[in-house]
């Protein structure tokens, strides 16, 4: 299965090609099937899961109010009044927040009075260092605001407080370490996906040495940094709060694959490679390719990748650490480190090489598995009752983040 670019699908057009009145139709049906799964005791979590994987997402943000705090379990109910004093003057993040939110202008909307959005500004400073203080075993990473703010910004203050809270110490959690190690180890997952679907594009990347610490600011701000349109960022949370903790390295992988043509374009070596993977383009087809994350997911769960991703993490390629990576982006054709690389990866290539097997599932095997992982609408009413009572590990967050 190979993803190549389609001319028909794009960022600005109807969603998949659905006429505007369908869409209408079919948004109209799907905001009172949200409003049904929330009206009833208790809250059809599964059925909300469904539709924020579903295409169009959760449609807006008033629904996101309502919604995301369910996907989190969340009770909103005990929401805090006035977040603690004089934690600035004390925290020890508290300088390097302040730096990276006065960074964050671009993640505000267009046209925002200053005042306005100074004022979130200091509302969302105060969100991360609360969030810090009462969870001391977290730690502050450059990226983590970029996620806080999408949060304020749909939910406000109070509420975005609570739900960030829970997500930082489940979603977010590995990137919230005192090391990197984790955060690596689920970059290293995304070599291993692209070989399972394009072996052409896994070894043209190898060859490079480009490694994945391209797409290290698309993990660790869930794609919030890199894309510019708010509503494509907004689209991607309600499906990442909707799935498995490591969805967001699925996406990272679709994209790559996407982009097929211009990745075996390139000219092979590691800074080409990686100047070209790192300037995401703004034009993605995201439904398209969130649909196809999650039947990536399917089709290659984390537990089939989890040796591999392992394996992945022992590897010294030229991008594999930060100061290689910095020294050979120093260089204008960093030749040298690549051939001093190329010959300690040989063997190692070669084995996965011989090892790589791509299993075809029967299609009703799938479609069971999609049903129990939520990843579809279409299914059936036999689907709809495997998701209300499989999901049971979906409303508690009760997740193991690798095999």
């Known amino acids: 299965m190979y993803l190549k670019k389609s001319k028909s699908i794009g960022a600005s057009s109807p969603l998949n090609?659905?006429?505007?009145?369908?869409?209408?139709?079919?948004?109209?049906?799907?905001?009172?099937?949200?409003?049904?799964?929330?009206?009833?005791?208790?809250?059809?979590?599964?059925?909300?899961?469904?539709?924020?994987?579903?295409?169009?997402?959760?449609?807006?943000?008033?629904?996101?109010?309502?919604?995301?705090?369910?996907?989190?379990?969340?009770?909103?109910?005990?929401?805090?009044?006035?977040?603690?004093?004089?934690?600035r003057e004390n925290h020890k993040d508290y300088h390097q927040?302040?730096?990276?939110?006065?960074?964050?202008?671009?993640?505000?909307?267009?046209?925002?009075?200053?005042?306005?959005?100074?004022g979130l500004q200091e509302e969302l400073i105060d969100i991360i260092l609360h969030v810090l203080d009462r969870n001391p075993q977290l730690y502050y990473y450059q990226g983590y605001h970029d996620i806080v703010v999408t949060f304020l910004l749909v939910l406000g203050e109070r509420l975005a407080t609570v739900l960030v809270e829970k997500l930082s110490t489940h979603h977010l959690r590995d990137f919230m370490d005192p090391t990197m190690d984790n955060t690596k180890h689920i970059l290293n997952y995304l070599m291993p996906i692209i070989e399972r679907v394009n072996p052409e594009v896994h070894d043209f990347m190898q060859q490079a040495e480009v490694g994945t610490i391209f797409a290290l600011s698309w993990l660790i701000t869930w794609f919030g940094h890199v894309l510019s349109d708010f509503r494509h960022v907004v689209r991607l949370y309600d499906f990442f709060l909707a799935c498995h903790p490591l969805m967001p390295i699925y996406f990272a992988a679709v994209i790559v694959l996407y982009r097929e043509e211009e990745v075996l374009e390139c000219e092979?070596?590691?800074?080409?490679?990686h100047h070209l993977l790192s300037q995401i383009p703004q034009d993605l087809p995201y439904e398209m390719l969130i649909s196809r994350a999650g039947d990536l997911f399917v089709q290659f769960p984390p537990s089939e990748l989890a040796r591999e991703?392992?394996?992945?993490?022992?590897?010294?390629?030229?991008?594999?650490?930060?100061?290689?990576?910095?020294?050979?982006?120093?260089?204008?054709?960093?030749?040298?480190?690549?051939?001093?690389?190329?010959?300690?990866?040989a063997a190692l290539a070669e084995q996965a090489q011989a090892q790589a097997m791509v299993v075809a599932r029967p299609r009703a095997k799938r479609l069971i598995r999609l049903a129990v992982m939520g990843l579809?609408?279409?299914?059936?009413?036999?689907?709809?009752a495997v998701v209300n009572t499989a999901l049971e590990w979906a409303p508690k967050l009760d997740l193991q983040f690798f095999p």
Do not use: Y
Request: aromatic share 4%.
């Open 17 to 87: 090609g659905i006429g505007k009145q369908d869409w209408n139709s079919r948004r109209k049906r799907k905001v009172g099937e949200i409003s049904q799964a929330l009206s009833v005791t208790p809250v059809d979590v599964a059925a909300l899961r469904r539709m924020a994987i579903s295409e169009g997402g959760l449609l807006t943000d008033e629904i996101r109010c309502r919604v995301w705090p369910k996907l989190l379990n969340v009770n909103t109910d005990d929401l805090p009044e006035k977040l603690a004093e004089g934690l």
């Open 268 to 273: 092979c070596d590691m800074a080409s490679v």
């Open 309 to 345: 991703a392992t394996q992945q993490h022992s590897q010294q390629t030229a991008a594999s650490t930060f100061k290689d990576f910095e020294l050979a982006s120093a260089q204008q054709r960093p030749d040298s480190v690549l051939r001093r690389r190329r010959k300690e990866q």
């Open 376 to 384: 579809t609408v279409a299914l059936g009413a036999a689907a709809l």
């Open 97 to 118: 927040v302040l730096l990276d939110v006065r960074r964050s202008l671009r993640r505000f909307p267009p046209g925002m009075p200053d005042d306005q959005r100074e």
